[in-house]
């Protein structure tokens, strides 16, 4: 995703518990999200006083009544794509795969969260320019313009996002027509040019593969056989490692 500026985004700053008058502006462009909406996510953010969720997607600013990770959920399941719950599971069965901050991804895109996932920020780690941290305070500039204060510092940002992508990755080669087993996992994912794309390709963990080609959609899809079999007998089939 390279940096595209928008006139209503750019050189405003949303920090997440104080209604400002960038968040009115936005607020108040913000038409009212669907789900069956297509495009690349870039953020979804708890808006100030719980007055529901700001998303904005394709450079544009919605509004959803839900919190964030519900309005991921009905996002996801509109799209027929991947179930958050059965993530989590595949991520705690997978050590390679973030145990906590669990992202969401699809072939186009992913999105982490920050803190816990019910109503955190959610970010997508290619849609972001630059990251800064003054006085333990870290803000996050998205290729719209947009700036956004995190609860993480700087370090720990980079390594969240790093997973993300990891992730974003090793759903692309376990789904993918083309496989390249002897590459790294930027084969897989294009980081933009960008000052916080050029520290995600630095990080430890995009620079080999952790996981064997396969294992995690093979895992995915035994998550959904478990899902489907305790839905309909109220109970877990015993499964041989």
């Known amino acids: 995703m390279n940096e595209v500026k928008s006139e209503l985004f750019d050189g405003k700053c949303l920090i997440p518990t104080k209604l400002s008058k960038d968040w009115q502006e936005i607020l108040a462009a913000s038409a009212v999200f ?17 007055k529901g969720t700001l998303i904005v997607q394709d450079h544009k600013p919605y509004l959803a009544n839900e919190k964030t990770l519900a309005v991921i959920e009905k996002f996801f399941a509109a799209h027929r794509l991947m179930d958050y719950q059965l993530m989590k599971r595949v991520c705690l069965s997978l050590q390679s795969l973030p145990s906590k901050k669990v992202p969401m991804v699809n072939a186009h895109f992913a999105l982490f969260p920050l803190t816990k996932p019910e109503n955190s920020i959610w970010l997508n ?11 333990r305070v870290c803000m996050a500039r998205l290729n719209n313009g947009l700036t956004v204060e995190v609860p993480l510092l700087k370090k720990s940002f980079i390594a969240t996002a790093s997973k993300a992508v990891y992730s974003l990755a090793t759903y692309r080669r376990d789904y993918s027509a083309i496989l390249l087993s002897n590459g790294q996992p930027l084969d897989y994912v294009s980081l933009p040019t960008t000052p916080f794309g050029f520290q995600l390709s630095k990080h430890k963990i995009l620079q080999e593969w952790l996981l064997t080609p396969g294992e995690f959609m093979n895992r995915y899809k035994l998550e959904e056989h478990l899902h489907w079999y305790r839905n309909y007998t109220g109970d ?3 499964i041989d490692d």
């Not at 996510?41 to 708890?46: F, Y």
């Open 236 to 238: 877990f089939p015993e």
């Open 34 to 50: 669907h789900d069956m909406m297509r495009g690349e996510i870039s953020l979804i953010c708890p808006v100030p006083n719980n």
């Open 125 to 135: 780690p290619l849609a972001i320019d630059q990251v800064v941290e003054k006085d």
